[in-house]
């Protein structure tokens, strides 16, 4: 194939590509790996501001990862919420000996990889010559070829066509479909007249019908009660088993309020989780110490891994 060296593509991504971007300014793949992971479920913005230079001054290499206890990963991914991308990371810096793979048949068999992550790590970490299919990049197929809905194998098929031409500039064809998901042919806007596409998209008379809306499901409404188990300057943690939050300590949540002796209202905290709304009234309560498992004292707590609600409720105890 003929490179499109020239394309409006490429022409677009050399004068207006997020070229600034520390995971464009280096060929280490763990970096670039990192990036890659940390940006599955979070906005540009917030990895960059919070959280990818100081995990990379923790854990400077894949090897310091694969040397670290998970509480380690998970205090230092704190915040950044979707916890098993922590532990994925984690698994895989150990399943790999610190060595990443450099084919995608290969990286997506590693833990949280998918495809189209294997397919960025490749090309942008090893230089393969493929297409990668993120929410950026499934939104302009679906408005570039005027698809109101399609399967995720005929997206594949579309991203390779798109791509055909551009094998030999696969890099900055992958990174200008980002930007342009990321600021010009967004969700709730379509800025056609910046967009290089704009002479041979099909979509663009009416690109905010594509794809077709699919209906919001409402979020579960959850009520809870949080009890902060205390015995002098000691508080009782456990470690948290359920998916959400696997691998963070937090404080003891109830469906229904325990009928305890001595409890203290401390208020009500709220919390939006992606599909869940809770609200938890937070009590304090004074026990015994063989009331309870694992014990941990105030200056403990600050050195470990909790989430955010359980951060919130911390807050208003010392408060």
Not at 40 to 50: D, H, M
Not at 66 to 87: N, V
Request: aromatic fraction near 12%; charge should be positive; include cysteine.
């Amino acid at each position: 194939m003929n490179s499109k060296k020239n394309s409006p593509l490429i022409q677009w991504y050399n004068t207006f590509g997020r070229h600034d971007l520390p995971w464009r300014n280096t060929t280490n793949a763990y970096h670039i790996y990192l990036s890659e992971i940390m940006l599955q479920q979070t906005q540009v913005k917030t990895v960059l501001e919070r959280f990818y230079f100081q995990f990379l001054e923790k854990f400077p290499s894949l090897q310091s990862v694969a040397q670290a206890h998970e509480d380690e990963i998970l205090k230092a991914w704190e915040g950044l919420g979707y916890y098993t991308r922590a532990r994925n990371l984690h698994k895989t810096a150990q399943e790999t000996k610190a060595v990443l793979p450099q084919s995608v048949d290969e990286l997506v068999k590693l833990s949280g990889i998918g495809l189209s992550t294997a397919h960025a790590i490749a090309c942008f970490a090893f230089g393969a010559k493929v297409p990668i299919l993120d929410g950026n990049v499934k939104r302009i197929l679906y408005r570039y070829f005027a698809l109101k809905s399609a399967s995720e194998k005929e997206l594949w098929k579309r991203a390779y066509a798109l791509f055909e031409g551009n094998e030999t500039m696969a890099y900055e064809h992958n990174q200008a479909l980002m930007d342009i998901g990321s600021y010009v042919c967004t969700r709730t806007q379509a800025k056609c007249q910046e967009c290089p596409f704009n002479q041979t998209c099909q979509g663009k008379s009416t690109p905010l019908a594509f794809p077709q809306k699919k209906p919001k499901k409402a979020k579960e409404q959850r009520t809870r009660f949080l009890i902060i188990y205390r015995h002098q300057n000691r508080l009782a943690l456990s470690k948290n088993e359920t998916k959400l939050l696997k691998g963070l300590y937090g404080f003891f949540q109830y469906e229904e309020l325990p009928q305890i002796e001595g409890l203290n209202y401390l208020g009500t905290i709220k919390h939006e989780y992606s599909h869940i709304s809770l609200s938890a009234k937070v009590y304090v309560c004074d026990v015994e110490l063989n009331q309870c498992k694992e014990w941990f004292e105030y200056d403990s707590i600050s050195q470990m891994a909790l989430s955010r609600v359980d951060h919130k409720a911390w807050a208003l105890l010392k408060n």
